[in-house]
């Protein structure tokens, strides 16, 4: 099970969520002499995957002691906690398959379920074992500590009709109004559960109401309509009229009122027009989520690359439904993550520029011409809601990836800081103590982000993979404080039975940090764990060492790419053939290779080396025929990884190449006469056969002659030339060119008078 982690800083007083997540990797780069090899962790984007419960990684990449998330169940019933509301003393969610509205509250003062089940597996798992340096005092006050933690339980308050709770929002008398999709009724439910239609619009979905000044706001779609009822649910007025389908979130600060719309990513300003006034364009699909900052304004823009995607196909995603028109969900809450093809972009713009005014004072004017920062990009994801934290310029983002919450604080400082067993992080609410309200959805909860310090500080890293199995040696960690590590090897990728039990690594001082050797089987996967022991530990970067089982390389075939030459060549190829291969390394190691060649048939002691000590580096080598006599030879080309593993370990593999030629002597001529108008003769060639024979008059281009028996084919060939009929009285001088298969030119003149 993958666990929750909550961090220090959140806001005052709740701390800083950070979720450490750890991908240990090995690459080409980072292979060391002798076959070892380093895998190297020491900053935040490397800390993006694993199971961290009450550890903290900051955006720098410190591995901290931080908070644990209190978790409540959501009723059986309903898949999906979409929607959250917590203005008021009391907190409550609204859910999906089935519509509900839930109120959630602390169950003080006893040890709940959930808190029972992770005592027995930390009982289970063997974590009060040696390498637990902690007295059996501090044990006993951390135990006695654990069990007054509190623990969320949520009770349904209303079943309402339709799929998901839409939009939900407390009123100042305590009561709730929620929209249920599909549809366009608002519900009014009171604390004790009573249900009455608040209002009825003639539209299909509600995305969101919000009240504002003694009136009751509410987004819509399909039609792009922003209504404003009073607040008895009466009197219903279109105030925005836009061509965007769905208005998604809304926005309000003294008489002042922002809308986000979908498909279109654009940000409208409410005026007296119906058109209202557009403020920006953002490069998306919809502007999911809205929300002021100390200066400015944040908003959560998000891109469906698949094209044409509407709010309401985006939500059916998000619940993993087939449709919200009654269709049942597709498969199981619990299913596998699946890639989202999507991405979502944080944007902020600074509404004050450099006018001090008065604390909240913005000037929304500036959100149509000012730029907008890029605060947070995401690929495969998309947002689904914001919280700042107080007034600050520090905010919350939720996500469709993996139950994740994300901190930003400007441009730079990034953080994960809720990873969530449940897949899909839905909404966040702000409570009146200054903590935050979070859902989920592939599997609904509700957890509530406080202050409370977690007891246990650990991390466990994903799952490493050698490659092969592997002889892992020493773990080299830079950190402060007291912390433990223990390390288990397996043959899968998942932890089972056929694994090994967690072993302690003990750990000693050194120049360069702490080290601790690995001494665990040979397996192909290993998991760290880390724990905190200590308030004031930390841990900054680690480096693992380890070496694979060597493979050996593997040469598929070696080839000889011969001179190339035209029959209107006058001269002949270059003398020298290039060799070329073909090898690969499974495991990745760096090959050298020994070209050598002897002639065929021969013994071992026949080889000649075509490269001196030097071993290649490149699969081709080029080889001067002229350095060997004519004959028959083979070459062998031998792949070695000595570079990666050192020469005792080194694997090879050698292939031969086909048998080739190399016929380095020129044709002969011979019995050239000329009888009337006709030049007969014959070309001889000892090593291959003859490609063609030409002749040139009076220095004039070479023409070709015509084979006696009609083509060339043969090491002996008769040939027959017929002179220019316009050849003028005297003497004229007729060169003679016959060339082999492999270009090699032989030729001779002789005189003839007219």
């Avoid at 008398?173 to 209002?199: C, M, W, Y």
């Avoid at 979905?205 to 987004?219: C, D, E, M, S, T």
Wanted: net charge negative.
């Amino acid at each position: 099970m993958r666990r929750r982690s909550y961090s220090s800083r959140l806001l005052a007083p709740v701390a800083a969520l950070a979720t450490l997540v750890m991908v240990v990797s090995a690459s080409p780069d980072d292979a060391a002499a002798g076959g070892t090899k380093i895998a190297h962790v020491d900053d935040f984007d490397e800390f993006d995957d694993g199971e961290a419960e009450g550890v903290a990684i900051e955006g720098s990449g410190r591995l901290t002691v931080g908070y644990v998330p209190q978790r409540g169940a959501v009723d059986a019933e309903a898949r999906v906690a979409f929607t959250c509301a917590a203005s008021g003393k009391d907190m409550y969610i609204g859910t999906a398959d089935a519509a509900t509205i839930q109120r959630v509250s602390l169950a003080k003062g006893k040890l709940g379920k959930a808190a029972k089940k992770k005592s027995a597996s930390r009982d289970k798992d063997g974590e009060q074992s040696k390498t637990d340096k902690r007295t059996k005092k501090e044990r006993k006050e951390a135990a006695d500590e654990g069990k007054k933690a509190s623990e969320l339980q949520s009770e349904v308050v209303a079943k309402l009709p339709g799929v998901v709770v839409s939009a939900l929002v407390e009123l100042q008398n305590g009561d709730l109004l929620a929209a249920t999709l599909p549809g366009g009724v608002i519900h009014r439910v009171t604390p004790k559960g009573q249900v009455s239609e608040f209002a009825k619009l003639d539209v299909k979905q509600i995305w969101a109401i919000v009240p504002h000044k003694g009136r009751i706001l509410v987004a819509t779609g399909p039609k792009g309509e922003l209504f404003s009822l009073s607040s008895s649910g009466g009197d219903p007025k279109v105030i925005l009229d836009v061509e965007e389908k769905d208005l998604l979130s809304v926005l309000v600060q003294d008489d002042s009122i922002v809308v986000g719309t979908s498909p279109g990513a654009k940000l409208f300003q409410v005026t007296s027009d119906l058109d209202g006034v557009l403020l920006h364009d953002f490069k998306g699909d919809e502007v999911r989520a809205l929300a002021f900052t100390e200066g400015g304004m944040i908003a959560a823009v998000n891109n469906f690359t698949e094209g044409g995607l509407s709010s309401l196909e985006a939500l059916t995603k998000n619940l993993n439904r087939t449709s919200l028109i009654g269709q049942p969900p597709e498969g199981s809450a619990q299913s596998a993550q699946r890639s989202v093809k999507a991405g979502g972009v944080l944007y902020h713009v600074d509404l004050k520029g450099q006018v001090k005014g008065k604390k909240g004072k913005r000037d929304l004017a500036r959100a149509g011409e000012a730029s907008w920062e890029t605060w947070l990009t995401k690929d495969k994801q998309y947002f689904t809601d914001v919280a700042v934290l107080g007034d600050r310029e520090e905010v919350l983002v939720s996500s469709s990836y993996e139950g994740k919450i994300y901190r930003v604080r400007g441009r730079r400082d990034l953080a994960t800081v809720a990873d969530f067993d449940e897949r899909k992080a839905t909404s966040l609410c702000r409570l009146r103590d200054g903590s935050v309200l979070a859902t989920t959805g592939d599997g609904a909860a509700v957890y509530r982000l406080d202050d409370t310090r977690s007891q246990k500080a650990r991390y466990k890293s994903k799952i490493f993979d050698a490659g092969q199995p592997a002889t892992y040696g020493a773990l080299l960690l830079r950190g402060d404080g007291e912390y433990t590590v223990r390390a288990r090897v397996g043959p899968s990728d998942e932890p089972d039975k056929r694994w090994t039990d967690w072993m302690p690594i003990t750990l000693v001082k050194a120049a360069d940090g702490r080290r601790g050797l690995l001494n665990t089987p040979q397996r192909r996967y290993l998991q760290l764990q880390f724990d905190l022991v200590g308030a004031d530990a930390e841990i900054r970067d680690f480096e693992l060492f380890y070496a694979p089982e060597n493979l050996a390389p593997q040469v598929t075939s070696v080839e000889l790419d011969r001179p190339s030459f035209d029959v209107d060549d006058d001269d002949e190829p270059e003398s020298k053939v290039t060799i070329k291969w073909k090898a690969k390394a499974s495991d990745g190691d760096d090959l050298v290779y020994e070209v050598r060649v002897r002639p065929e048939g021969g013994g071992d002691g026949d080889w000649v080396a075509l490269h001196g000590d030097v071993p290649v580096t490149k699969k081709e080598l080029k080889w001067d025929l002229d350095s060997v006599p004519d004959g028959l030879y083979e070459v062998e080309v031998m792949a070695s990884d000595e570079p990666a593993n050192g020469v005792s370990k080194a694997q090879t593999d050698a292939q031969l190449s086909p048998a080739f030629v190399v016929d380095r002597s020129r044709p002969e001529l011979t019995e050239l006469k000329v009888k009337g108008d006709i030049l007969t003769g014959a070309a001889k060639d000892n090593g291959g056969y003859i490609h063609d024979v030409a002749v040139s008059v009076d220095g004039k281009a070479f023409r070709p002659a015509s084979a006696g028996d009609g083509l060339f084919d043969g090491n002996y060939e008769a040939f027959t030339f017929d002179l220019p009929g316009d050849l003028d009285k005297g003497r004229h001088r007729l060169v003679v060119r016959a060339r082999d298969a492999y270009g090699n030119i032989g030729s001779s003149a002789l005189f003839v008078d007219r």
